[in-house]
């Protein structure tokens, strides 16, 4: 009687299978984590916000969900990035951003947006090559291209650059 009652409440599926689509193997999944990385004195010097993550079985990289990347630069400049997508690169400490990047610093009240970048977490670097736009107080500018130093708080726009003046 005992056998047949919790043969009755065992699940006809299994709980963990691998995705029918494509035949990989799901290695590990996040639903709205938080990466949080610490400075040598401690303080938290960068915090990355998903809504999901998932890397494949033998895969060298984790796409993401809904990413949030914040970060501090010298004179306690504060960044925000946010964007829809993206590819994080944990052996090299790169974050490949798309689907709307916004870029935000807190201090300067300037955002920039493009379509996709690259974020070099380790140098607190990035760089896209997708059209941007950088809007300021009282001007926007827009390129090609650009660089961004999180560190010394520098965008440079590449390519066709224009900027107007409000």
Do not use: C
Not at 33 to 49: D, K, L, W
Not at 97 to 102: H, I, K, N, S, Y
Request: charged share 25%.
């Amino acid at each position: 009687m005992s056998v047949s009652f919790w043969q009755s409440l065992t699940p006809a599926t299994p709980l963990f299978e691998p995705k029918e689509s494509d035949g990989s193997v799901v290695e590990s999944y996040v639903k709205g984590g938080t990466r949080t990385q610490f400075s040598p004195t401690g303080a938290a010097s960068e915090v990355m916000h998903i809504g999901s993550a998932e890397r494949q079985l033998g895969s060298e990289k984790t796409n993401l969900k809904s990413i949030r990347y914040q970060t501090q630069g010298d004179n306690d400049l504060r960044w925000d990035i946010a964007a829809d997508a993206g590819v994080l690169y944990e052996r090299s400490s790169e974050l490949a951003l798309q689907d709307g990047v916004t870029v935000y610093e807190a201090t300067n009240q300037a955002t920039l947006k493009t379509e996709t970048m690259r974020l070099y977490m380790d140098q607190k670097r990035a760089e896209g090559h997708d059209a941007v736009s950088l809007t300021g107080r009282g001007s926007k500018t827009t390129g090609a291209g650009f660089e961004l130093d999180l560190v010394a708080n520098t965008a440079t726009l590449k390519g066709n650059v224009r900027t107007q003046y409000e």
